[in-house]
Structure formats: structure tokens, C-alpha cells
């Protein structure tokens, strides 16, 4: 499994919601790059990167920093925000992003998914953010009444690399992932998910290794590394060792 540490990107800064309300934003970090760089000397491989001013705006709005981590830290890149049409993707991939993450566009335009999977294989992936089993969209901002895996059926056989699960009521809250909610999705798909919100400690990341069969390929955390309730060592040595809860 790979361990997804998270830059929530707020007016250029590194953040951190609960429950995905932007009212309830905290300050970090105020050099994304410098977390980044972070990230990567603790043995990160991957980063997850959020726009939430572009999810709520439905267009780039950090490109910035993002830029400037792109250019400064030699690390994957996984982005998400804002990116709702091709030539958004064409951009962010263009400008050396490894995978784009489509949330709003995904629920709302499902024949982005399959054009930008041919144009870009292996390079995008779907962001769902649930509700009680229901997919929320524009930034968390708008609730569907689209059950997830129904959302996920039609794009199994269009090429996307991986699906971000994020349980909207657990992230930023440090109460524990939902881990066999995750996996049992996961089992019901043919694309290896990734799961987000929720994830506090070792003893989290230990649990979900143990649903690494079901189909669970990723672990995304923020605040708990950024409250140091994460070692991100220990935390990537859990996930790449053969572990079993």
C-alpha cells in the first residue's frame, strides 16, 4: 500500500477542514513547498494535493504553489479541485502532474472520464466524497442523491487508475477510517481504491492494511501527521510490510 500524505491548498497555504467545511479551516503550514519537501525526506513517494478553493470555484485557483512544488520537489503527484473539463487536465498534466482526480466533474459530466482516460491512460483517477453512502459534490458544498458505487460501475471499464473514498463525516475528525465500509465498496469494483478521512493512528493504518485484498491500494492522511499523531516512517513501513490485523 502507499502512503498519501495531503496538502490541502487554501489561498496558498497548507490547511486542514472538518468535515470539509471551509469555516472550519486551520493553518499549518504557510510554504506548501516546504512541506512538501517535508514529505519526500521522510520516504513519501506520492503526494495528494487538494484545491479547495478551486473545488468550491470549480476552476484552478492555487496554481501557484502548485507550480512551485512541481518544480522544487521531485515526488508523484496526485491533484484534485477544480478540474472539470479537458483542457484543465491537459494543463495540470502538461505541467507534470502524475494523476488528476475528478470529483465534481465525474458525477456531473461522465463522458470527461472516458475522454480523458483516452487521452491521458493511467493518469486519472475518481474522487468520491460520501455521505452515508451518497456522493457530495462542488467542493462537499452540494449533496446528490448518486450512490457511489452506482457512480464507479460505469467507469470500470474506461481506464481510471484508481478511486479516492472519502467518508465525509469522518475526515479532519480523528475518529478512525471506515475502514470495512471501504473495503466492502472496494470488493464491489473492479478499480483499486484509495482511502481517505479519518486516519489517527498506527493502529488505523494497521487495520485497513489488513483489507488490502478486498482491493485497497492507498492510504490518505493529513491531519493526524500534521497534529504528529503520524510518524510518516512508521506509518509507510506499516503499509509496504505484509501486516495483518
Known amino acids: 500500500m502507499i502512503f498519501f500524505p495531503a496538502i490541502d491548498l487554501k489561498e496558498g497555504k497548507c490547511v486542514r477542514l472538518i468535515q470539509g467545511a471551509m ?59 477544480g478540474i472539470r473539463d479537458i483542457e484543465t487536465i491537459d494543463f495540470w498534466i502538461g505541467l507534470g502532474i502524475n494523476r488528476i482526480i475528478l470529483g465534481t466533474a465525474a458525477l456531473k459530466n461522465p463522458e470527461i472520464v472516458k475522454e480523458a482516460c483516452k487521452k491521458h491512460y493511467g493518469k486519472i483517477a475518481v474522487g468520491l466524497d460520501t455521505r452515508k453512502g451518497l456522493v457530495a459534490v462542488e467542493g462537499w458544498a452540494e449533496q446528490s442523491k448518486t450512490k457511489a458505487l452506482d457512480v464507479v460501475k460505469q467507469y470500470e471499464d474506461y481506464g481510471v487508475s484508481a478511486i479516492i473514498y472519502t467518508d465525509i463525516k469522518r475526515d479532519g475528525v480523528l475518529e478512525g477510517p471506515a475502514a470495512e465500509e471501504t473495503a466492502e465498496f472496494a470488493e464491489k469494483i473492479n478499480i483499486p481504491v484509495i482511502i481517505s478521512g479519518g486516519v489517527s493512528s498506527i493502529e488505523d493504518l494497521i487495520k485497513i492494511k489488513g483489507y488490502e485484498e478486498s482491493g485497497i491500494i492507498g492510504v490518505i492522511s493529513g491531519r493526524a501527521i500534521y497534529d504528529n499523531r503520524l510518524n510518516i516512517r512508521d506509518s509507510i513501513k506499516v503499509l509496504e510490510n505484509n501486516v495483518k490485523n
Not at 35 to 40: D, G, M, Y
Not at 69 to 81: D, E, H, R, T
Request: net charge positive; charged share 25%.
Open 23 to 81: 469555516s472550519t479551516s486551520k493553518v499549518f503550514d504557510e510554504s506548501p513547498t516546504s512541506r512538501a519537501k517535508v514529505f519526500l525526506k521522510e520516504g513519501c513517494s506520492w503526494l495528494h494535493i487538494v484545491d479547495l478553493n478551486g473545488a468550491f470555484k470549480g476552476k484552478p485557483i492555487n496554481t501557484k504553489p502548485v507550480r512551485e512544488i512541481i518544480k522544487n520537489v521531485n515526488i508523484n503527484i496526485q491533484l484534485g479541485g
